[in-house]
């Protein structure tokens, strides 16, 4: 274990005895606190939790090395901040070329219309050259050749006015035991987003009194722009919005009420406008004057299990409360926790439970969907109403999650889903996706005017996965329609699972022209199957007598026995790829290799999914 590990380690353990105590006194019982039995099995990096019905989750950058440019070729990508703004997402995250702390940083910006789509990245604040000769206050060593690196927890404000903000945060390490969010770094900048799509200046909002060289930016109250001048003294007179800056900012800054460092802070209000306040390892209090003041120290919020990573916490559209995070002392799963009152979590649900593989090594890289951050209040509010979050992946690569409101586990009614025959653009209302950027899944219209549910896949390290929830049934007959787009090449698994996500039927389009199901050890063939071909796939299953049966076109192929146990069957999930189970708990947190063949693609593999229904029998 690494000396920073094991600082982190000290930290989590004098944290969980610290609240402990505080809890037990009685002294802050008006608190954040999870009181539902459901906890994340880290064996799985699903964590055995049901998920919430209807997230769609989209990466929105993938690193590639072999990109020549540094907006697509750094492969440490984290941080990611998200608003919604002029009827457009907006994500800026940092970027550095390896690893975390090691320079040149910049920040980078991605934009899209609907959540699904984006933008390639573009650099809004670039490298930012330290002088040679730059001592730092505390540290024995100078600085030569060397540039800044970007660390901040907060980069959007949409002011008042309506004008957008963008932020960010230049700070340096000296080697790789220094911090660049330690006071003593350069300073906050900022530029303003203009509705075309253009940008205004850089400039610093706020600079640390330890940096003594000039500034490569002028101060904002240099712009002749007086709106923008204005935003940014109205961003400044925040505190809650000063909250977020405690790490990188100076230790005695007077704008920021609670100096103490506690990290990557989020907030929301209750009815009665109290504000609940959230921090790194789910610490949290309350204030009642708007974040001028706290009522107690943060503590570990009761129940809560949470790392040393963020958790995002904010009001839904449909006036309760929810909190993201990783429940786990690791940076998987994913889940959801949602309130009514804004102070007790009563669930645990699933957002995103995949890790795919680490491709590039680096400084400080750890495995799973991390570092996840929502839309606060005042920086924009989606139509759809749903609940949208941004994390980065490995720390890698960049991703959105949609989460529908009211956030829910359950279906009522079992599944009648004719893609062609539901309404434009409501065709997955009830499905989970997990769509790649070399393995999307999207509603794709044929020639002939039919949908269907598409999954194509060229990413040799990641796949497509659409994931349909049903009512927990013992009898199930379901009928489902697919279309291979080809027959030598990629795989198509169709598994049955419980509400844990065990599978207990798995069928197979496999990459030799053979549709399989799963026999015990082995796979049993059930006929060779033609590209272009439509089968229609009929399951009917008994998990009391463990028998099902499968008949392809009419045809049926005989009874099978269900790999493993199941006492009801809960969901259906479509996935171009084979289980993952690496990584797991015993997995060394740095990887200081790279994968060969990263930066290529795979021959692409595509699967059309016409419908799927279910029924009791």
Avoid at 156 to 169: C, D, E, T, W
Avoid at 188 to 205: L, M, T, W
Avoid at 339 to 350: E, K, M, P, R
Avoid at 525 to 542: F, S
Wanted: charged content about 20%.
């Amino acid at each position: 274990m690494n000396e920073r590990a094991m600082q982190l380690r000290k930290e989590t353990f004098f944290l969980s005895v610290l609240s402990g105590l505080i809890a037990g006194t009685g002294l802050a019982q008006d608190t954040v606190r999870y009181t539902g039995a459901t906890l994340a099995n880290v064996d799985y990096h699903h964590g055995q939790l049901a998920p919430a019905v209807g997230v769609h989750s989209y990466q929105t950058f993938r690193a590639n090395r072999s990109y020549p440019s540094p907006e697509k070729g750094w492969t440490y990508n984290h941080a990611p901040m998200l608003a919604y703004w002029n009827n457009t997402f907006f994500i800026s995250y940092l970027s550095n070329p390896v690893g975390e702390h090691i320079p040149p940083g910049q920040s980078l910006l991605q934009t899209s219309p609907d959540g699904i789509h984006w933008s390639e990245p573009e650099v809004v604040f670039p490298p930012y050259p330290i002088p040679d000769g730059t001592a730092k206050e505390g540290r024995p060593g100078v600085a030569a050749n060397l540039d800044a690196v970007m660390h901040q927890r907060m980069a959007f404000h949409v002011a008042s006015s309506g004008r957008l903000l963008v932020l960010g945060y230049y700070g340096f390490a000296l080697d790789d035991k220094d911090h660049p969010n330690d006071g003593k770094g350069i300073g906050r900048v900022v530029r303003e987003v203009y509705k075309d799509g253009s940008k205004g200046p850089i400039y610093f909002i706020r600079k640390n009194k330890s940096w003594k060289q000039p500034l490569r930016h002028p101060e904002f109250e240099e712009s002749s722009d007086a709106g923008f001048v204005a935003a940014c003294k109205e961003l400044l007179s925040s505190p809650l919005r000063m909250q977020e800056w405690v790490e990188e900012a100076d230790r005695d800054d007077p704008l920021i009420p609670l100096k103490k460092q506690y990290k990557a802070f989020s907030y929301y209000h209750l009815p009665d406008n109290r504000v609940v306040g959230l921090w790194k390892n789910a610490l949290t209090s309350l204030s009642t004057d708007g974040g001028k003041t706290w009522e107690y120290a943060p503590l570990r919020a009761p129940g809560f299990v949470n790392a040393n990573a963020k958790i995002w916490g904010q009001q839904t559209s449909d006036n309760r409360y929810a909190t993201v995070y990783n429940p786990s002392e690791f940076r998987w799963p994913l889940a959801v926790s949602v309130s009514d009152d804004g102070l007790q979590y009563t669930n645990l649900l699933l957002v995103n439970g995949e890790i795919t593989a680490m491709r590039y090594g680096g400084n400080y890289k750890s495995y799973g969907p991390q570092y996840v951050r929502g839309i606060i209040a005042g920086n924009g509010a989606p139509p759809d109403g749903n609940l949208w979050v941004t994390y980065s992946m490995n720390k890698e690569d960049i991703w959105v999650s949609s989460i529908p409101i009211p956030v829910t586990d359950r279906v009522e009614e079992h599944v009648s889903d004719n893609f062609s025959a539901l309404p434009d653009g409501r065709e997955l209302r009830y499905w989970n996706l997990y769509s790649p950027l070399w393995a999307p899944v999207a509603i794709r219209r044929s020639p002939d005017d039919s949908k269907a549910l598409s999954l194509r896949d060229s990413d040799p390290f990641d796949y497509a996965k659409a994931e349909r929830v049903l009512p927990a049934t013992r009898r199930l007959l379901a009928r489902f329609s697919i279309t291979p787009q080809q027959q030598d090449t990629g795989l198509l698994d169709i598994e049955f699972q419980d509400g844990k996500g065990t599978p207990g039927i798995r069928i197979s389009f496999d990459s030799l022209g053979n549709l399989r199901v799963k026999a015990g050890y082995r796979y049993k063939n059930l006929l060779k199957y033609q590209a272009g071909v439509p089968y229609d796939i009929q399951v009917q299953l008994d998990t009391r007598t463990r028998l099902y049966t499968v008949s392809v076109n009419g045809k049926e192929t005989g009874t099978q026995v269900l790999f493993a146990p199941l006492a009801h069957i809960s969901r259906v999930v479509f996935r171009t790829g084979a289980v993952r189970r690496f990584p797991d708990a015993d997995t060394p947190t740095d990887q200081s290799y790279d994968l060969p063949g990263a930066e290529a693609k795979a021959p692409e593999a595509a699967f059309l999914i016409g419908s799927l229904t279910t029924s009791d029998w």
